[in-house]
C-alpha cells in the first residue's frame, strides 16, 4: 500500500462531499439534535430523570435480560458453531441457512409468534405452563425473545474462525497425549475466546436496543417488566420529551461503550494473528 | 522402538494414496522418507503417528499391531510442517504441553522445560509468545516440544521445508547431531534427495504410493533398483538407443547390443562421472563440445553437446579442467566409462539396472 | 466491524477426513441431535407458527384479513417506504464506498465508525431523534408547522426514520469488499482512456455486483420490517401512518389474533424471501471466488 499514489481516480471530491453531507443530514445532525437538547437540561434534572426508580429498574431488566441472553447465545453458539462447521449431516446447510433467520424476520413478527407459541394455549404452551414453565408475559419470556433476536451474531462470528482453524494444532495436541475435549478445553477455545467475546458483545448490544418483539412478548408494566425502550416510548406518550430523552442519551451512552469495547475486543483478537 | 508396516495401503475414498508398503525401523535409526509430491510419504508417515488410520494392512510397534491405538496413546513425538505451535501459549507453556497432560510434577516440568529451551537454543525465550519468535526459532519449539515427554519416535513432516536455503543446511547437520545425542528413533519425511543423503541412516523413496525401494545413502546411489530412483537420486543421464546392425546406437554412439533383435528400443542411463573427457581428440571415440561450465565450488559441472545435438552432463574437478586447459566453447574428445541398462522394449523395468557395464570400444567398425 | 450484518454459510470445502482425531461418534450425534433440535423449536416452530395461527380459521378467513382496508394501506405503505429508503441507501453506499476504497484520506476510520452508528443506535432512540428535531416541540417544529408541513406523525417522519436505521447496510458490504479489490483496475481504466463514470459503470460496478444485491437485499429486509424507530414517528394512525409491523401491534392489541398473524405471514414471507436470496447470493459468490472470477475480502493482500 505504501507509496502507491493516492487519488488518481476521480471522483473524490464529489462522492466524498455527498457521502458526507448525506451523512450528516441523516445521521450526524439528528444525533446532535438531541444532545443539544439534553444538554439544556440541567444536571440535577437530567441526573434525576435518567436514574429515576422507574428508569433504574427498566436499566436492570434490559441489561440483565441482555446479559443472559447474549450468556446463554454464547454456549449455544458455540455449539452450534461447532457443529455446523465441523461435522457433516443431512440438512446441515438447510440449517446453516436458517441461522439467519431472526435476523431477516421484522422482530414485530417475531414477537407476535413467540408470545403465542408459549402461551397458555400455544402450540409449546399447553405442555409447557402446566409444567410450570411460563415463557409467555414473563422475565422468562423476555430474556427468551431476546436470545432469539441476538442468536445469529455469536455463531456467524464463530464460524470463520472455526472454519480457519489450523487442525494440525489439535492433531499437534493429539500426538502430544490430549484426548478430544482437553484439546478443546485448552487448544480451541482459547484461539476462539476473542470471537466469542466479540460475539457476545455484539449480541448483547442488539439484545439491548430491541424493543419491536419484546414489546409483544412482556406485560410492559412500570417498575416490573419494562425494558428501556419503553420507558422512552411511554415519556413520548405522555409528551414528556425531556425525560425520554434523558433516558434515550443514557441508552446511547451504553451502546457506544459496547461499541468501543467491540473494537477493542476486535483488535486484541488479531493480536494473535502473525 | 522398532517400527514394521506390513503390507500397509491407504485409500481416501477411491483415490490410493499408499500401496501395499512394507518396511521395518530399527531402534535408535534416522530415516528419511523420500519421493516427489503426492507420493505417499506423509501418509504413511501420519499412519505411524495415528492421525491416519491404514485401510488395510498391519502396523506394528516392538510387535504388538497398534492399528487401533488412538494417537493419544502411541508416545509419539510429531513435528508438523506448519510448526503448529499453540498461539496463545508461551514458548514456555507450548513445550510443555504433553507434560502436563502426563499430569508430571510442576517441579519435574520446570527442570525438562529449561533443559529443552538450553538444548535447543531457546533461553530466555520461554515467556514469548509464538507470533514473536523467528522461523527457526518456532521450529526449533516445534520440535522441543514433541522431544519434551519423551516418545519413543520422533516423526517430522518436510521439517526444512519453510526455511531458508542456508539455513536449511544449518539445521540438517542440527538435527544428525540431536539425533546422535539423543537417541531416539527418527522419521522424517521430504522430497529433498540430497537432504534425504545428507542426514539419513536409510532412505525410503515413494512414488505414487508405492514404495520403490530402501537403502542406505550410499546403495540407493549406486545400485537402484528401478528407472525412477535412478533418476530421483543424483543426476543421470539417459539414452533411448536402438538396435541396428548388430549394436544399440543413437546417433554417432554406439554400445553393446545386449542380444536384443534388431529395432528393439533399449534405454541406458549413466551418471556424469562416468563421462570421461579428454582434450586429446584421439583419446576418445567420440567428439564434442563443451557448451556450458556451472561453478560450483571446486566441481564445474559441464554440459557437452555433440555434433548431433545430444547433451550429456558430466562434472570434473576444478584442477583437472585447467590443467587441461579447457573452457566453455573447447572441444574435446569422450567416452562413456560405465552404463546401466534401464529398460528394453516400450515399458518393461528391466532387473539389470542394478548392473553396471563397461561401455567397450565400440566405436570402431561397426 | 461492530453491529454487524452476519454473514451467511460458507462452503464447507475445509472439512478434511480427519481420521485420527474424532469425537467419539456417540458424542457427535448427541450434538448434533441438540443443535437440530434447537433450531427446530427455537426457529421452524415460530416460523410455522405464523402460519398455522394465520389459517387457523381457514384461507378465506386469511384472505378478508388481508383486505381489510388499513392491512391494505399498511402494506402499501411498507411498499412505499421501502422504495423511496432502498434506493436512496443505495445510492449512498456506493457513493460512500467508491469515496472510501478508492482513496487514501485521514479520518477513513473515522468515516467508517460514523457510517456504522446507525448499527449501534436502538430503534426507539432513532426515532426520537427526529421527534425532537421535527416534532411539534423539536427544534424545526415551530417553522415547519408554519409552513404546514407535516412530518413527525405523517409519512416523512417515517422514511426518515427507516433511512436512518437502514443506513448502513449497503455501504458495509460495498466497503470491504471495494478495498479488498483495490485500485488496480480502476486505475488500467484509466489508463485505456476511460472516464470516471465509465470506469466505475464498466470496471467497478460489474466486480462488486453480488456484494451490491445482497445489501439491497438485507436493507430493503429491514427497511419493511422496521418497529421501533417507526413506532415512535408515526403516531399509528390507522389506514395513515402504519406500516405493516404496526399494523400487526395494532391488530395484536385488538386481539384480531388471525387478521394480526395473517398480515404477519406476509413479513414471515418476505423473511423466507430474503433468506433464500441471501443463500443463493452467497453460493453465487463463493462459486465465482473458487473459479477466481471475482475477489472475496480476504483472499487479497495490500
Not at chain 1, 477455545?189 to 424493543?211: D, K, Q
Request: charged content about 15%; proline content about 5%.
Amino acid at each position: 500500500m505504501g507509496l502507491q499514489r493516492n487519488n488518481v481516480l476521480p471522483g473524490f471530491g464529489m462522492t466524498m462531499g455527498y457521502s458526507i453531507v448525506y451523512l450528516s443530514l441523516v445521521v450526524l445532525i439528528p444525533l446532535a439534535g438531541l444532545l443539544i437538547r439534553v444538554s439544556a437540561m440541567s444536571w440535577a434534572d437530567f441526573l434525576r430523570v435518567a436514574f429515576s426508580d422507574r428508569a433504574l429498574a427498566a436499566y436492570r431488566l434490559t441489561f440483565g435480560a441482555s446479559f443472559l441472553a447474549a450468556s446463554i447465545n454464547a454456549v449455544l453458539g458455540t455449539l452450534m458453531a461447532w457443529v455446523l462447521t465441523r461435522y457433516r449431516f443431512p440438512g446441515r446447510k438447510f440449517i446453516d441457512a436458517l441461522v439467519d433467520f431472526p435476523f431477516a424476520l421484522p422482530t414485530a413478527v417475531a414477537g407476535l409468534t413467540l408470545a403465542n407459541l408459549f402461551s397458555q394455549t400455544g402450540w409449546l404452551g399447553q405442555f409447557l405452563v402446566p409444567l410450570g414453565i411460563r415463557l409467555a408475559y414473563t422475565t422468562g419470556g423476555i430474556v427468551m425473545a431476546l436470545t432469539f433476536v441476538s442468536l445469529p451474531f455469536v455463531v456467524r462470528t464463530l464460524q470463520p474462525v472455526l472454519e480457519e482453524f489450523e487442525v494440525e494444532l489439535e492433531e499437534a495436541a493429539a500426538t502430544l497425549g490430549a484426548g478430544r475435549w482437553c484439546t478443546f478445553r485448552r487448544v480451541v477455545f482459547p484461539a476462539l475466546l476473542p470471537a466469542l467475546m466479540t460475539g457476545f458483545a455484539l449480541a448483547f448490544a442488539r439484545a439491548v436496543g430491541e424493543y419491536g418483539s419484546v414489546i409483544f412478548i412482556s406485560t410492559n408494566k412500570p417498575y416490573v417488566s419494562e425494558i428501556t425502550p419503553q420507558v422512552i416510548m411511554g415519556w413520548l406518550d405522555q409528551f414528556e420529551y425531556a425525560n425520554a430523552m434523558a433516558v434515550a442519551v443514557v441508552m446511547l451512552s451504553a451502546s457506544f461503550a459496547i461499541l468501543i469495547t467491540i473494537n477493542l475486543l476486535e483488535r486484541w483478537a488479531s493480536r494473535f494473528q502473525r | 522402538m522398532s517400527i514394521e508396516l506390513r503390507q500397509v495401503s491407504k485409500r481416501f475414498g477411491s483415490v490410493s494414496a499408499v500401496e501395499d508398503v512394507s518396511l521395518t525401523v530399527a531402534d535408535g535409526e534416522l530415516v528419511a522418507l523420500l519421493g516427489p509430491s503426492g507420493g505417499g510419504k506423509t501418509t504413511v508417515l501420519r499412519m505411524i503417528a495415528g492421525l491416519e488410520v491404514p485401510t488395510s494392512g498391519d502396523l506394528l510397534v516392538r510387535g504388538e499391531r497398534v492399528n487401533d491405538v488412538p494417537v493419544q496413546k502411541r508416545n509419539i513425538g510429531f513435528v508438523f510442517q506448519s510448526y503448529a505451535l499453540f498461539k496463545t501459549m508461551s514458548v514456555f507453556d507450548n513445550i510443555a504441553f504433553g507434560l502436563k497432560i502426563r499430569k508430571t510434577p510442576p517441579a519435574e516440568i520446570q527442570t525438562r522445560v529449561d533443559e529443552l529451551l538450553k538444548l535447543f537454543g531457546l533461553d530466555g525465550l520461554g515467556r514469548r509468545l509464538p507470533h514473536q519468535l523467528s522461523g527457526g526459532q518456532r521450529q526449533r519449539v516445534a520440535i522441543a516440544r514433541a522431544l519434551a515427554p519423551r516418545p519413543s519416535v520422533l516423526l517430522l513432516d518436510e521439517p526444512f521445508g519453510a526455511v531458508d536455503a542456508k539455513i536449511r543446511q544449518e539445521l540438517r547437520e542440527w538435527l544428525v547431531r540431536l539425533h546422535r545425542e539423543l537417541h531416539v528413533t527418527t522419521i522424517f519425511v521430504t522430497h529433498d534427495q540430497e537432504e534425504a543423503m545428507e542426514v539419513s541412516n536409510r532412505i525410503v523413496i515413494f512414488s505414487r504410493g508405492r514404495l520403490e525401494q530402501i537403502g542406505t545413502p550410499r546403495e540407493v546411489y549406486e545400485q537402484p533398483k528401478n528407472e525412477f530412483v535412478a533418476r530421483f537420486i543424483g543426476v543421470l543421464n539417459v539414452l533411448e538407443l536402438t538396435i541396428l546392425n548388430g549394436a544399440a546406437r543413437l546417433h554417432e554412439l554406439s554400445f553393446p547390443a545386449h542380444g536384443l533383435p534388431e529395432g528393439q528400443t533399449l534405454r541406458i542411463g549413466f551418471r556424469p562421472y562416468a563421462v570421461q573427457i579428454s582434450r586429446n581428440l584421439q583419446e576418445h571415440p567420440y567428439l564434442a563440445v563443451i557448451r556450458h561450465v556451472y561453478f560450483l565450488g571446486v566441481q564445474l559441472r559441464l554440459e557437452l553437446e555433440t555434433p548431433s545435438g545430444l547433451i550429456l552432463r558430466t562434472r570434473i574437478v576444478k584442477d583437472e579442467f585447467l590443467r587441461q586447459g579447457l573452457e566453455q566453447g573447447s572441444s574435446v574428445s569422450f567416452q562413456i566409462r560405465e552404463y546401466r541398462v534401464l529398460s528394453t522394449g516400450a515399458n518393461s523395468l528391466s532387473p539389470e539396472v542394478a548392473t553396471v557395464h563397461s561401455a567397450a570400444t565400440f566405436a570402431e567398425g561397426i | 466491524m461492530a453491529g454487524g450484518i452476519p454473514r451467511g454459510p460458507v462452503a464447507a470445502t475445509n472439512i478434511k477426513s480427519r481420521r485420527g482425531i474424532e469425537e467419539p461418534a456417540l458424542i457427535r450425534r448427541v450434538l448434533i441431535g441438540i443443535v437440530v433440535g434447537f433450531v427446530g423449536v427455537f426457529l421452524l416452530l415460530p416460523l410455522a407458527n405464523v402460519f398455522a395461527q394465520a389459517f387457523a380459521k381457514g384461507w378465506s378467513a386469511y384472505v378478508q384479513a388481508l383486505q381489510q382496508p388499513d392491512t391494505r394501506s399498511a402494506v402499501l405503505l411498507t411498499l412505499l417506504v421501502s422504495a423511496i429508503c432502498v434506493p436512496l441507501n443505495l445510492v449512498f453506499g456506493v457513493v460512500a464506498a467508491w469515496a472510501v476504497a478508492k482513496f487514501q484520506f485521514r479520518g477513513k476510520a473515522l468515516l467508517i465508525t460514523l457510517i456504522d452508528l446507525p448499527f449501534s443506535v436502538s430503534p426507539v432512540v432513532s426515532g426520537l431523534i427526529y421527534v425532537v428535531m421535527f416534532g411539534a416541540q423539536g427544534f424545526l417544529g415551530p417553522w415547519l408547522d408554519s409552513k404546514d408541513i407535516q412530518i413527525i406523525f405523517a409519512v416523512p417522519g417515517i422514511v426518515l426514520a427507516t433511512l436512518f436505521v437502514t443506513f448502513p447496510f449497503v455501504a458495509r458490504e460495498l466497503i470491504p469488499l471495494m478495498e479488498a479489490q483495490g485500485r488496480d483496475a480502476e486505475q488500467a481504466a484509466l489508463t485505456l482512456g476511460a472516464t470516471g463514470w465509465q470506469t466505475f459503470r464498466h470496471v467497478t460496478l460489474p466486480s462488486v455486483k453480488w456484494g451490491l444485491l445482497y445489501g439491497v437485499i438485507l436493507c430493503n429486509a429491514r427497511a419493511m420490517g422496521e418497529f421501533g424507530a417507526v413506532s415512535v414517528v408515526s403516531g399509528h394512525i390507522s389506514g395513515v401512518t402504519e406500516t405493516l409491523p404496526l399494523r400487526i401491534e395494532k391488530l395484536h392489541q385488538e386481539y384480531q389474533s388471525v387478521a394480526a398473524f395473517s398480515a404477519a405471514s406476509l413479513l414471515a414471507i418476505l423473511a423466507l424471501i430474503t433468506l433464500g436470496l441471501k443463500t443463493w447470493l452467497e453460493r453465487r459468490q463463493a462459486t465465482e471466488q473458487a473459479l477466481g472470477q471475482s475477489d472475496s475480502p480476504s483472499s487479497h493482500e495490500h
